[in-house]
């Protein structure tokens, strides 16, 4: 029985958007669970997937919290 836990900053995949929407939650969770198939032969009804997401003020990243390392890395390929 695969146990799947994706983690994700609570931001959207496109400038301006401030959250995962439900049709990409959707689509993580069958391509992970194909996934399992695929590779493991797992079906699907014996994969769990558990989705959290995480604020990016509690996510860190290169030693800065992720929203500054980001800024960094932007200003550094100007």
């Known amino acids: ?36 198939l695929d590779v493991l032969n797992k079906p699907f009804d014996s994969t769990f997937v558990v989705i959290d997401e995480v604020d990016p003020d509690n996510w860190g990243w290169g030693g800065l919290p992720a929203l500054e390392f980001r800024k960094q890395r932007e200003a550094s390929r100007r």
């Open 1 to 36: 029985m695969p146990y799947i836990n994706i983690q994700i900053t609570r931001e959207g995949t496109a400038p301006g958007r401030n959250a995962v929407t439900a049709e990409e939650k959707a689509a993580l969770i069958k391509g992970a669970s194909q996934l399992m």
